[in-house]
């Protein structure tokens, strides 16, 4: 089965662009006074779009985990109904992907896939339309992490600036302000984009002020003795985003070790140079959306080829491994962390298995 899903998920992507054509041109010829105001710009984001949803679905079927795809149909339901979406379109949109994989693959497996699609119809239909926000009342700084969110989409990057560095000068740690401020807040405004509140220039804006911020606190973060050990922290090629992986990074550097940051859309041949230049026990390797799932399998595929001299563990970490408890094994890692706090304890873990 997991054979005949990997399968799947490979002919899903080598078809991606004739599957996306084939659904959408259905779709647009039975509901055409829906999607005719749409054209000709929407057909072309239409097409894209159905990319988007063939690509998340052959990455779950390539890691043989349904959690994966409906997960991110939750995800897309929320989308839609920000983007004031009718009910029945997203239902509808998968059906006709179901309807062009029936046409395209072959019939063992069509049947895989399109049981997954199922799946997901029916989790979906149950699925929150409003997911709550990630700033709560039970975060210890819940006043410091609401003011701060407040400050960014005001557009006022100093303010902001002036009100985490005031509050580590206050005595607040810098791990503290990383998990319970810095990390749901990103959360936040990533869920704001996905119901529509906030634009895509927005969230740029504000991830650039939380990596602005990130970068004034390195005093404190390089103010620590080392322990002698190396880790290599990058995100895979593809994955532009990196704020998860640097917090990885600068809780490790905080904990003593030597921490190389590659940020993110790294190239393979690159983080293989630096592993083996920098001789690193640890490799933490990020990805923050289940369409990177065969770029992670990959990269560690091509980094345990290498045949280093040296002893190395493999660390991942991101939504898609939190989502999904046992998707660290299937790419091949050596363990997995669900926050950059817990990085530091199995990392440390990890190392005393070299030993």
């Known amino acids: 089965m997991a054979e005949l899903s990997m399968q799947a998920g490979q002919m899903l992507l080598a078809r991606l662009d004739e599957l996306s054509q ?78 062009a994989i029936e046409n395209t693959l072959p019939s063992d497996l069509a049947a ?18 409003s997911p709550a926000s990630f700033i709560r009342p039970d975060n210890p700084f819940y006043e410091l992490a609401d003011r701060y969110l407040k400050t960014i989409l005001s557009s006022d990057r ?6 985490i560095l005031e509050s580590v000068v206050q005595g607040v740690s810098v791990m503290d302000i990383y998990l319970h401020v810095l990390q749901p807040v990103q959360l936040e405004i990533g869920r704001l984009w996905q119901t529509n509140q906030v634009s895509v220039a927005q969230e740029h804006f504000c991830t650039a002020v939380t990596q602005m911020v990130m970068s004034q606190l390195y005093p404190q973060i390089l103010a620590n003795e080392k322990n002698g050990q190396t880790v290599i922290a ?35 041949h690159s983080i293989l140079r630096t592993i083996q230049e920098k001789q690193a026990g640890l490799i933490a390797i990020s990805a923050t959306i289940p369409f990177h799932m065969s770029k992670v399998t990959d990269l560690i595929a091509q980094i345990r080829a290498s045949s280093f001299a040296f002893p190395y563990r493999i660390l991942v970490g991101g939504y898609p491994f939190n989502i999904s408890p046992n998707l660290w094994r299937q790419v091949g890692a050596d363990g997995h962390a669900r926050d950059a706090r817990e990085a530091v304890l199995v990392a440390q873990q990890l190392m005393q298995e070299t030993r």
């Open 22 to 99: 084939l659904a959408v041109d259905a779709q647009y010829e039975h509901q055409s006074a829906f999607w005719k105001p749409y054209d000709p710009e929407g057909y072309a984001k239409s097409i894209r779009d159905a990319g988007y949803h063939f690509s998340y679905l052959a990455e779950a079927l390539a890691a043989n985990d349904q959690t994966l795809f409906i997960d991110y149909a939750a995800w897309v339901k929320v989308l839609f109904v920000g983007l004031n979406f009718p009910e029945h379109i997203l239902p509808t949109t998968f059906r006709y992907m179901q309807q």
């Open 112 to 129: 895989i896939a399109n049981g997954s699609i199922d799946l997901a119809l029916e989790h979906m239909a149950s699925s929150s339309e």
């Open 158 to 163: 100093r303010a902001a600036s002036e009100l």
């Open 234 to 268: 990058t995100s895979v090629s593809g994955d532009l985003h990196e704020i998860g992986i640097r917090m990885v990074a600068d809780f490790l550097e905080i904990s003593g070790w030597d921490a190389y940051y590659l940020g993110a859309n790294t190239p393979t």
